[in-house]
């Protein structure tokens, strides 16, 4: 079974620096789907910045963007120009590639989260 | 409505109680799924409907009872729940075949508290 490990229970940041969110997972597949999601105090999920396990590239999404380490399984969120919006709970999620043709609904599976604080 | 909407956002039951939580997507998906927050948890998936079928339950107790009448809509029934059922559950959809272009859209969430 895949698992997914966020090891920082809480972060802080000062407004407009850089903030770093650690994620690791365990999978034995080769091809497979990372995402970061975001959960605002009103609790609506809204993904932030999606990567696929084939594409060598880091994602990137304007201030977001991630380092992802693929034989290291490693993935983490880099926030640049933190702004007081950027508070919320931040969900590492991994789902497999369905094997049969024309995909499939397939479920995440999420870590425990990071509680993102930023200073004013 | 846009998006994907649930209701009630909270509900206080009894243990007795027979209750349901309703979640409309209006995205055109054909994929939907039930999750789990608990406080003390980390997101569990509990079920998966995939064109109005059941494709996935994540081992979950009979006193949850899902129901996907056509593919905008999915229902938990919930019966004779107990206090640790109490947590946040999300519905959430997705669009199959199409590609790479799977994200799953999230609903508020229905806070759930079973005394």
């Known amino acids: 079974a895949q698992t997914v490990t966020q090891s920082q229970p809480e972060m802080s940041v000062q407004e407009a620096e850089t903030v770093t969110l650690s994620c690791t997972y365990d999978?034995?597949?080769?091809?497979?789907?990372l995402f970061w999601y975001k959960q605002p105090p009103s609790r609506q999920m809204i993904l932030v910045i999606r990567?696929?396990?084939?594409?060598?590239q880091n994602a990137t999404e304007n201030r977001f963007s991630v380092n992802f380490q693929k034989a290291a399984k490693s993935f983490s969120l880099k926030i640049s120009d933190s702004q007081l919006g950027d508070a919320a709970m931040y969900f590492c999620?991994?789902?497999?590639?369905?094997?049969?043709?024309?995909?499939?609904?397939?479920?995440?599976?999420f870590g425990k989260g990071t509680h993102l604080i930023i200073q004013p | 409505e846009t998006g994907v909407t649930q209701t009630p956002r909270h509900l206080v039951m009894g243990m007795t109680n027979k209750k349901s939580l309703k979640c409309e997507q209006h995205?055109?998906?054909?994929?939907m799924y039930w999750y789990k927050q608990s406080a003390k948890k980390p997101l569990e998936l509990m079920f998966v409907?995939?064109?109005?079928?059941?494709?996935e339950n994540n081992s979950v107790p009979s006193r949850f009872s899902p129901e996907c009448p056509n593919s905008s809509h999915l229902f938990l029934h919930l019966h004779t729940l107990q206090p640790e059922d109490s947590a946040l559950y999300l519905c959430?959809?997705?669009?199959?075949?199409?590609?790479?272009?799977?994200?799953?859209?999230f609903g508020p969430g229905t806070r759930l508290t079973v005394l």
């Open positions: 990567q696929e396990a084939y594409k060598q």
């Open positions: 409907y995939n064109f109005k079928e059941q494709t």
């Open positions: 995205l055109k998906h054909n994929a």
């Open positions: 999978t034995s597949e080769s091809d497979y789907y």
């Open positions: 959430a959809s997705s669009h199959l075949l199409a590609g790479d272009d799977n994200e799953q859209f």
């Open positions: 999620a991994y789902r497999r590639i369905p094997f049969y043709s024309g995909g499939g609904a397939d479920g995440l599976t």
